[in-house]
């Protein structure tokens, strides 16, 4: 029985990297593993709609330029630097012994030593 599929080795690194993407496909068989892998990407779209790439327009630089807005989700909650400090510390300050070190060390930098 034939093997589907291909071992992961440095032989076989070119192959791999073509078939996930991070390559140009050269052969038909990478191209075809690649298409497998992301068959799903897009699967309600129509590929009469999408428009076809203006390669020439391109490369003259005679494409016209558009601003796409982005928009990012603001659903992370905002939490102030001092409350990532305090957990950083498991919810305790800073001792005072650390607290005189690092003065100490703030004012050696500062005199040059």
Do not use: C
């Not at 990478?30 to 298409?35: C, I």
């Not at 659903?75 to 990532?84: G, H, I, T, Y």
């Amino acid at each position: 029985m034939a093997k589907k599929h291909i071992p992961i080795e440095s032989g076989h690194m070119r192959a791999w990297l073509s078939a996930t993407g991070y390559l140009f496909p050269e052969t038909q068989a990478e191209l075809e593993a690649f298409e497998r892998l992301y068959a799903t990407e897009h699967p309600d779209e129509d590929a009469a709609q999408i428009p076809p790439i203006d390669v020439e327009r391109i490369l003259a630089g005679t494409l016209p330029k558009q601003v796409i807005p982005l928009s990012l989700p603001n659903d992370e909650p905002k939490v102030e630097a001092q409350q990532l400090r305090m957990v950083a510390r498991n919810g305790k300050g800073v001792p005072d012994n650390i607290l005189k070190k690092m003065k100490s060390n703030q004012n050696r930098k500062k005199d040059g030593q």
